[in-house]
């Protein structure tokens, strides 16, 4: 499948679903501490998302070659990079969390994430989950018409790198609209005017998966989905949904929860 270019009902059918997946981050925000499951959580979102009137796109998902995703989320712990599957295991001081929550609203998909820490975490933990929400703003920042793909992937690998941390290659932002994920792949590494020219109308995802230790990952393995580091490191993910517009952008996933931007953002 082809771009996708959002005419104004579109980008008003793609700013509410945005909206209401950010929401359903809102909602959890206060319940994920010490000792709450990863399931309590899930069955939280399902519970917000029927009173936003929203559709959990996850719940029933089957790309080729997947068994049908379980949850109606993903929770990503420690050195579990994405696709983290709902569990009882009860979150424990310490532990840092992925949670990625993607609605359908009026057939129009919302895609965000952010990095909850759970108690005290540790120095560098934090500083993952910092650094990580500073690299998909620099891939944020430079959204504008003209620019390339390969300009935000070459901002993002370059600011990761630099402060000592890898930039998984296996996973990618996305294309999205009226289907969970359509092209183009938006890279978080390459090469500066390099790939697809972004144009007005193009919405899609900026989801940096960067490791506290190696860029290498593999899957768990019994479940078809989880994905691990392969050395065990710790592992962050934040992710926004963006429209490209004839100036710059819009991030279409915010609501009254969403952390502010960095300060070297000049929105
Ligand atoms: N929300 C993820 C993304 O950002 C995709 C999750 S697919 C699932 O693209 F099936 F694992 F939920
Ligand atoms: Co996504
Ligand atoms: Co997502």
Redesign the pocket.
Known sequence: MSITYKDADGVQGMKIAGRLASEVLDYLTPHIKPGITTREIDRLAAECMKKQGTISA?LG?QPAGYPP?PASL?TSVNHVVC?GIPNDKPLKKGDIVNV?V?VIKDGWYG?T?RMFMVGEVSIAAKRLCAMTYDAMWHGIMHVKPGIHLGDIGFAIQKFAESNGFSVVREFCG?GIGRNF?EEPQVLHYGKPGTLEELKPGMTF?I?PMINAGRKDVKELGNDG?TIVTKDHSLSAQW?HTVLVTESGYEVLTLSAGSPPPPPFVNA
């Open positions: 996850t998902y995703y993903c696709h990625d993607t895609d994430s996305h994920h995802t989801e989905w992710e």
